[in-house]
C-alpha cells in the first residue's frame, strides 16, 4: 500500500489538500476540524471551525462563542471539497470524535485522543475499519495499564471512611476527568454533596447542560473547612500545591492520572493516594484497537510515538511518527 498524498502532516497539524482544511491546528487556520475541546487539540482563532456540537460548547466556554462553528453530529456526512468527513465517538471526553475522511477509494481515521472503556460522561469509541489509522500514543509504553476504574474509585472512598475528619482532595483536568470522577463515585453509591474548585464550575454545568448526571456540587470556596470534613473535593492538579488548600480540612492529597502508575511521579507531586484513572488508551488498547481496525498504516501523533511503532512494524503494520508540535501530555 502507498502512502496517501492527500493528508499532509505538519509540526501544526495535518492538512487535508482536496478539502483544504487542517485537523486539529496548533495555529490559527481558515478552515479546522476539531476532535475534542481539549487546549492541545481545540486553539482559539480559526475562521470556521467543524467539530460536535459539544465541543464547540466547551470551545464557547474556554475561548468565547464561536461564531465560525459548524456542528456535526457523529454519523453525520458532510463533503468538503472532493473529501467525505464525518465524525464518530472516541471515547475521550464529553464530544470527542474520531474524524472519518474518504478520498478516492481510500479511508483514513484520525482518532484524536482516544480511550476503549466505558464512561459515564461520554459515548463508548467507536471502531472504524480504515486504509490508515491516525493515533495517539500518550501511554505508549508496555508499563502503562490502566487498572478498572471501580478499584481505583472504592480507594478514594476507603480513605474518606478512614479519616472522616479529613477530606479527600482529588486532583483531576478540568475537562473531563473532574466530571468523570463524580460520575464514577455517584455510580459507586456515593451521593453526598461534593465540593469543586470555581475553576471546574463552568465545565461541570456544561456536562449538566449535555444531560450527564452530576449530582449535588458545591462550591468549596467560602464555605468552613469543618463542613467539608468527611468529605470529597475535586480541584484541578495545579492546586494540590496551591494556598487555596489552606482552606480546607486537612485534605488527603490524591491525584486522578495515568501516570500515577509511575510511583516517582506520585512522590514528586507530593500525593498521598494515586489514582491511576486515565482518559487515554493504555498500551493494551493501543495495540488491541490497531490489531482490530486492521490498518494497512498507521501514524502516530504524539506520546510514546517509539514503542507504539515498533510494535506496529514487529506485526507487519507499516507505521511512522508524525512529530507534531504543541501536543502535551496534559495534567491528564
Known amino acids: 500500500m502507498k502512502s496517501p498524498d492527500w493528508l499532509i502532516p505538519h509540526p501544526e497539524g495535518i492538512y487535508i489538500a482536496p478539502a483544504d482544511v487542517w485537523i486539529d491546528p496548533s495555529r490559527p487556520k481558515d478552515k479546522a476540524l476539531v476532535t475534542h475541546g481539549h487546549a492541545d487539540h481545540a486553539r482559539a482563532g480559526h475562521g470556521k471551525v467543524l467539530a460536535t456540537a459539544e465541543t464547540l460548547a466547551i470551545m464557547g466556554v474556554r475561548y468565547g462563542d464561536q461564531t465560525g462553528g459548524q456542528a456535526l453530529a457523529y454519523g453525520e456526512s458532510l463533503r468538503l471539497g472532493d473529501v467525505d468527513v464525518r465524525f464518530v465517538p472516541a471515547g475521550h471526553v464529553l464530544g470527542s470524535a474520531q474524524i472519518v475522511l474518504e478520498h478516492k477509494g481510500e479511508r483514513i481515521v484520525v482518532s484524536g485522543d482516544y480511550k476503549r472503556r466505558p464512561d459515564p460522561t461520554c459515548q463508548l469509541f467507536e471502531p472504524v475499519p480504515c486504509d490508515v489509522f491516525i493515533t495517539e500514543a500518550t501511554f505508549g509504553l508496555p508499563v502503562f495499564r490502566h487498572p478498572p476504574i ?4 472504592a480507594k478514594a472512598l476507603a480513605a474518606l471512611a478512614a479519616e472522616p475528619d479529613r477530606c479527600v482532595l482529588i486532583g483531576a483536568y478540568a475537562l473531563g476527568k473532574a466530571q468523570r470522577v463524580i460520575a464514577e463515585l455517584r455510580a459507586a453509591g456515593h451521593d453526598a454533596p461534593i465540593y469543586i474548585h470555581g475553576a471546574m464550575q463552568k465545565l461541570c454545568d456544561l456536562y449538566r447542560h449535555f444531560g450527564v448526571d452530576l449530582g449535588a456540587l458545591r462550591p468549596a470556596t467560602g464555605i468552613k473547612a469543618a463542613e467539608m470534613a468527611g468529605s470529597i473535593v ?6 494540590l500545591a496551591d494556598r487555596w488548600t ?36 493504555d498500551w493494551d488498547e493501543l495495540t488491541a484497537t490497531v490489531t482490530e481496525l486492521a490498518p494497512g498504516e498507521v501514524w502516530v ?28 501530555d496534559e495534567e491528564e
Open 301 to 328: 501523533t504524539h506520546g510514546r510515538e517509539e514503542a507504539l511503532v515498533h510494535w506496529c512494524q514487529l506485526h507487519q503494520v507499516r507505521a511512522r511518527a508524525l512529530d507534531l508540535v504543541g501536543r502535551d
Open 234 to 239: 475535586i480541584a484541578p492538579p495545579s492546586a
Open 150 to 153: 471501580a478499584g481505583e474509585i
Open 246 to 281: 489552606r482552606r480546607l480540612p486537612d485534605p488527603v492529597p490524591a491525584l486522578a492520572s495515568g501516570w500515577m502508575r509511575i510511583r516517582q511521579r506520585a512522590v514528586q507531586r507530593g500525593v498521598e493516594l494515586p489514582l491511576v484513572i486515565s482518559d487515554h488508551a
